[in-house]
């Protein structure tokens, strides 16, 4: 117990500060009780099997989507490849083909994309003699 009473003391001098949980069991259940994969696992029959079609209702979904969008993407290559005269990679770089797909250039800097755009510090040579 001296111990931890000299690291709590240690922690307060460097500035830290921390807080004692004193009934950390009792907000675990209440937690528990409110937490979704918690009451998942009371769930009767009917709820499973009511909660699981509604998931894969969305899961239909999802792949409607992806196919959709396959379809749109797979049409702008064949347009691509129409204009190329018939490209046999099966890539399309440019045309219609990638305007078609929603795909844009635009141009920009490393430095933005870095996070580096509102450098704080000033480049400076360190190298060779100083003079006085």
């Known amino acids: 117990m001296r111990y931890s009473t000299k690291r709590q003391q240690y922690l307060v001098d460097q500035g830290y500060t921390y807080k004692v949980i004193p009934n950390l069991l009792d907000d675990a259940q209440k937690k528990c009780a409110t937490d979704p994969k918690y009451l998942m696992s009371n769930l009767n029959p009917e709820q499973e099997l009511r909660l699981l079609t509604q998931a894969l209702m969305d899961a ?10 396959g379809r749109v993407l797979q049409r702008a290559i064949q347009e691509g490849e129409e204009e190329d005269g018939g490209s046999d990679r099966g890539m399309v770089y440019g045309g219609a083909g990638v305007a078609a797909a929603g795909v844009r250039r635009t141009t920009g800097s490393m430095a933005a994309l870095s996070g580096g755009q509102g450098m704080a510090y000033v480049e400076s040579s360190t190298g060779g003699k100083k003079r006085r």
């Open 60 to 69: 239909n979904t999802y792949e409607e989507m992806e196919a959709a969008e």
